[in-house]
């Protein structure tokens, strides 16, 4: 087989540590190839245990001042994993704290030498911090503005376990809910949904939420996808796994023609990509968003126009 597509893929979506791992071992792998998946992994275990490193820090410090985290997406992969994930790369850390621990939060990681980014136009929903020294970034969020509800620390910590890294003391999401979390990331923040786009890097996460659990909690999704929209995006995204990554076959899926229709649009329109803006508009038209009124106004109809603006906006490097 010709290589080099399947290596720029796997680079371009983030996903060349998973492939590395996948193929360790494996006959028929050529050696160039070889030499060039181990190296990848090689530089991926070094980064992590940079950022891994990074994560201790930052909830030790939260930690002694009172505030317990919860940990999500890349910080949550990098917590449970001993000594550290080789075949998942991360970009920054994402952690979860209560709104009226976000003054004490922002002092704590200040004095530990981090400085705070511009606020995004969700301004309700985070902050982002970092330093020259860090390979990625923490961002500080007091609310979840992935899931229509815009979920709070408060909603969110049932679905956790209490625990610790390195002596802190930590949450961490139950695995059905930290697939909740990045499926809505997906397909409602980014707008995979409308858009038709797949982000293979979560993807991958996906599967080994799935794989790890056996499956996935009804309740807990139906926790958090509770709108006929926001199912359907659900269902979606749980059909394309189970079209690309397949396992055991997969609940949560009755009643999904129209998600059935949706993954078929995703796979046809990766060979059509000038087909996406046009397909974008009829979504659209057929299952418009619904943006939570959580600002105000004048906020809100910026927030608004830019999250419609960029859904004609051109694709992330890593969405296919």
Request: hydrophobic share 45%; aromatic share 6%; net charge positive.
């Amino acid at each position: 087989m010709d290589w080099t597509p399947v290596l720029a893929l796997a680079n371009r979506t983030l996903v060349t540590p998973a492939l590395a791992a996948a193929l360790q071992g494996k006959p028929g792998v050529p050696t160039g190839v070889h030499v060039f998946l181990t190296h990848i992994a090689a530089r991926t275990t070094e980064r992590n245990v940079l950022m891994k490193r990074q994560l201790v820090e930052a909830v030790q410090a939260l930690s002694n001042g009172g505030v317990t985290p919860i940990l999500i997406k890349g910080a949550a992969f990098l917590a449970t994993c001993q000594p550290v994930s080789v075949n998942r790369l991360s970009t920054d850390l994402d952690l979860v704290i209560p709104a009226d621990a976000a003054e004490i939060s922002w002092g704590i990681l200040q004095s530990i030498g981090y400085r705070a980014q511009a606020p995004s136009a969700a301004r309700g929903a985070g902050l982002s911090f970092e330093r020259d020294s860090d390979v990625g970034e923490v961002d500080i969020h007091y609310c979840l503005r992935s899931f229509e509800n815009w979920p709070t620390y408060d909603v969110l910590e049932p679905f956790c376990i209490r625990t610790e890294l390195a002596g802190a003391a930590i949450l961490m999401p139950s695995a059905s809910l930290h697939a909740a979390i990045l499926i809505a990331h997906d397909q409602l923040q980014e707008r995979d949904y409308w858009r038709g786009l797949i982000d293979l890097r979560h993807l991958v996460d996906l599967r080994e939420f799935v794989a790890g659990a056996g499956s996935l909690d009804s309740a807990t999704l139906d926790a958090f996808f509770f709108t006929g929209r926001s199912r359907r995006a659900l269902k979606t995204q749980l059909r394309t796994l189970e079209q690309l990554l397949p396992l055991a076959p997969l609940r949560n899926l009755e009643g999904s023609a129209w998600a059935r229709l949706q993954c078929n649009r995703r796979f046809w329109q990766i060979g059509r990509p000038q087909m996406m803006h046009l397909l974008t508009a009829a979504t659209l038209l057929l299952d418009p968003p619904i943006l939570t009124r959580r600002m105000r106004p004048l906020e809100e109809r910026r927030e608004r126009a830019q999250y419609l603006k960029r859904m004609f906006s051109a694709k992330k490097p890593n969405k296919v």
